[in-house]
């Protein structure tokens, strides 16, 4: 009887805990700009996984926004 | 590291409404929402001024800093994203938002709110890069194809610049220091601060030309 009065207050109490987050969101990690895709929507000029060449790229891209660049 | 920024450009900005659709067709954004809109000033009257306006992807980003439950994150490139498996659509950052930039679908009866959608400055979110997943909640990962933001690059008159923040400020400077005026931008130092001095990297302002 005792065994089993125990039992049923460890398992009526056992809802009552709050497991510890550690501080952390699940939120999740999310892949760098310049390691690409795979699609076939992706620019021609660069190559995906090279950070050097999409900064490069980003430069390149950005610039065409730059009409003093073709219009003078 | 490039640093992403806007720049619109008001003395450009011809209100066609151009960068608003091309953000629409380019993320199949539902009805509802629009990540992107053209607010014009003194409308109708002559002299009025618009200007396109979107999520900022602020510096000190006040959606990150009341989001109860931290879905927000800011890229190396520092574009502010979320993850809408975590937003609880609770519209705290919608308020603290001043530029107005978080929408929230209606989707069911009672104006039930859903899951906060905004501006991904054309970087996704937290799914694989270019993955259906991605693109079904946060629209096309352009950044990760190695183009720059659809609104942007489809502007008509690039009143709307985007891109490394360096890059299109120098743009920017160029144009302002050619046509001699047009210095300010509206929402730059709420999004982005100011900079501690004038001569700083800071737009140059520029002096309009004396009429003879």
Redesign the interface.
């Known amino acids: 009887m005792k065994h089993l009065l125990i039992l049923a207050v460890a398992l009526s109490l056992a809802a009552c805990g709050e497991r510890s987050t550690g501080g952390k969101?699940?939120?999740?990690?999310?892949?760098?700009?310049w390691?690409?895709?795979?699609?076939a929507?992706?620019?021609s000029?660069?190559k995906?996984s090279d950070a050097a060449a999409?900064?490069e790229?980003?430069?390149l891209?950005?610039?065409?926004?730059?009409?003093?660049n073709r219009v003078r | 590291m490039a640093r992403m920024k806007f720049i619109c450009d008001a003395e450009r900005c011809i209100e066609c409404n151009g960068c608003v659709t091309a953000c629409k067709q380019e993320h199949e954004v539902p009805w509802g929402v629009n990540r992107r809109r053209v607010v014009t000033l003194n409308d109708g009257v002559p002299g009025e001024k618009s200007i396109s306006v979107a999520c900022m992807h602020c510096s000190d980003a006040p959606c990150m800093a009341v989001c109860p439950v931290d879905c927000f994150y800011r890229t190396d490139e520092g574009v502010v994203l979320h993850d809408k498996d975590i937003c609880i659509g609770c519209g705290y950052c919608s308020y603290a938002c001043p530029f107005g930039a978080p929408q929230f679908p209606t989707n069911g009866n009672f104006g039930l709110r859903g899951k906060m959608d905004k501006c991904t400055f054309c970087a996704g979110g937290p799914e694989a890069n270019g993955s259906e997943a991605e693109f079904e909640k946060y629209g096309r990962n352009r950044l990760a194809e190695g183009k720059l933001l659809a609104c942007a690059e489809m502007c008509s008159t690039k009143a709307l610049l985007g891109g490394d923040g360096d890059v299109v400020a120098d743009i920017f400077r160029t144009r302002v220091l050619n046509r001699g005026k047009g210095s300010e931008v509206w929402g730059w130092g709420t999004a982005y601060g100011k900079p501690s001095t004038t001569s700083g990297s800071g737009i140059a302002p520029a002096k309009e030309p004396t009429k003879s």
């Open positions: 969101t699940p939120r999740k990690a999310d892949a760098k700009a390691q690409g895709t795979d699609n929507f992706v620019a000029g660069w995906p999409w900064q790229q980003m430069r891209r950005a610039q065409t926004q730059n009409e003093y």
